[in-house]
């Protein structure tokens, strides 16, 4: 395949952003965390790890585009190194279970629920992936469609969890955090959704649609990671200022009074 | 285009001496959170992400300056690899928005007005930057000087908004931090307007004017973010040393009397 100059630059320069990006996300959710009351900073920590994982992924994704083009005449022509996608799905490997698990984590639900909540998730995201690769490198259209059928079942209990017994749980948060938690779940089940229909619409083809493919990826990750570690951050500065005025005290002094002049 | 020894040398040794001093920058406006009142800890994380994200890309743009050349016969001739200077486009689209956020976030304002005045210039930033990019790129000077023009816009938008909206929010900051963050405005703007200037000089065509650009686009973005930073962190001490004389206390303790050794 070649690519224009134009379409191995945005995607180039698109992932390199992208690294930035989640290097800098991690720093700050990290160090956010004793922004915070104790009971969030986990959540804080795994919306850390998530991006610290992608950023990670998307330096080795950077490298093996850059090194899979070469310019000669001004067009990017395939230089002989095979362009390793299969980053992707090992990085979705270990955030996208990551991710279900940071956003129950800043819910504070009862530690039964919790976990089990987590567990299921979890497994179900786990499932999602490894069910979708087998997909990807196939050859054929019939078993790719298969893999991609049977990856759907897992992102559909995800999404049928996530506004049934999960939804109960988001009618119980604090008035503060209720419409957060809502929009952190769409934004979630939103940018996901973007995967299967990518898979779907076979982009990767022509030079356009394997741009477009590309940086819908990395669109998607930057809105799935850092977009959601920016509404757990939200939630949790609003639960911590919301549960220290319901206890007339606070063990986070002025992070509560920080919340009123720093918001995400 | 041909580079001498000396004009290769500068433009590297810069770059890679800008790498080093955002790095260090970025630990140090990181580390110092401890040493301000919390409400300013947000602040400080900022300037530290705006320092470590150009931190990498001035690692990316010293890879590719040095790939792109190659020294034959004593002078430094084109390689064949391009000067991806696009990195610098990627870095703003990341760091611009962010530097107006750290500004607005040592100012500790009502929260409405905080998020107000942090989402409009948030968004000005980003359309200036993705306004000059096509412009960058462009061939024809027409088109090179309609970008210009459009870029403009939101750079007005902002400069009008620091000294009208948020100049009123200055007049109202402490008597210890209120020069400080005149001064910081002032240096954001004088160091900002360097890079329509640059570009309208159309520097890149010669040898010199091409190392003047790239000495001028590193000094500016220097002063720009590690130079604000400074002023960030001065402005937040000083507050939290008059916050804490106000109330006749101090949950700083020693960052108060701390500030009487060490000025930024």
Known sequence: MELSVFQFGLVSNLM?????????????FIASRSEVAREYRPALLISGLVVAIAGYHYWQILGSFTDAYVLEAGRYVASGKPFNDAYRYADWLLTVPLLVIELIAVMNLH????????????VAAVAMIALGYPGEVATGVGSSML???LAMV??????RT????FGEAVERQPDAARSLVSKARLLTVASWTFYPVAYLGGLGASAGGATLLQVGYTVSDLVAKVGL??????????KSASD????GT????????GGESFAA
Request: charged share 10%; no cysteine; proline share 2%.
């Open 111 to 122: 530690k039964q629920q919790s976990r089990s909540l987590m567990t299921r998730l979890g």
């Open 16 to 28: 390199s952003l992208t690294v930035a990006a989640m290097g800098a996300a991690a720093i700050f």
């Open 147 to 149: 893999w991609w059928l």
């Open 250 to 257: 606070s063990d986070l002094g002025a992070a509560s009074s």
């Open 154 to 159: 897992p992102f559909l209990y995800i999404v």
């Open 229 to 238: 570690g920016l509404f757990i951050y939200a939630i949790a500065r609003a």
């Open 244 to 247: 220290a005025s319901d206890h």
């Open 162 to 165: 996530l506004y049934g017994e």
